[in-house]
């Protein structure tokens, strides 16, 4: 719910009229942290703590040994921890860039293709301005066919 939070806070602080709202600015800001750091504690730290331990342990050793799913169960909270690392790759190396370059943070998966591509932003905005951003992908898309 605080990203859900962070990013209506985000992507109302700008308005179409050039108004900009600083206060939504600061609490955007801090509900970004209250994720990372609440993603640390429970996603992190509580989960593999309480849940994976008394499901790998518990349910193999302490509950009914004829019941075979207690296994699987133990792989897909597994497969989700490594999800949720996954995730926290990208969430600290957000902080990270917002801690060293002091830029707002931005959703990056959404609107900037330089994630996908590796082509800086400002380069997509000069290829698209040039007209030659539509011809590659025309090309691409005929290769494909």
Sequence with gaps: MLLELTKVLHYSKKRENGDYYMILAILSNISFVAFAVLWVI???YYYPLKL?????YGGVYLGPQDSPFYLYLGVMLL??????????NFIARMVVRVILTGEEPEDNREFDT???SGIPTKKLYELAKDG????????FNKKCQ
């Design 114 to 116: 330089s994630a996908v």
């Design 132 to 139: 030659k951003l539509q011809q590659n992908y025309n090309a």
């Design 79 to 88: 497969l989700v921890q490594a999800m949720n690392i996954y995730w926290f």
């Design 42 to 44: 429970f996603r992190l």
């Design 52 to 56: 994976l331990y008394m499901t790998l």
